[in-house]
């Protein structure tokens, strides 16, 4: 399947406004996360597990263990973003 990924706030800093990633059926927002993390060094420094992330599935909150379906967006930010 095939998810927009969009960052907000410092990581949209360290890894740019948004990505396209293909992921197998049935994945979800943690199995999202760990293949970013694996994807470069700046994902891994900036979507680190000791690091506490927000998430967002089509614009509503989610934890990691929500489920994607093919075209979703999924956005990470900080838990609180100032502006």
């Known amino acids: ?12 800093e360290a890894l740019g406004a948004q990505e396209t990633v293909h ?7 943690r199995i999202l996360r760990d293949r970013l993390i694996a994807s470069s060094p700046h994902h891994a420094e900036a979507l680190r597990r000791s690091r506490a992330l927000r998430c967002a599935v089509n614009q509503v909150l989610a934890d990691e263990s929500a489920a994607l379906e093919d075209g979703a967006e999924v956005a990470f930010f900080p838990p609180v973003t100032g502006g």
């Open 23 to 29: 992921l197998p059926a049935s994945a979800t927002v």
């Open 1 to 12: 399947m095939k998810l927009t990924v969009r960052y907000f706030a410092a990581l949209r």
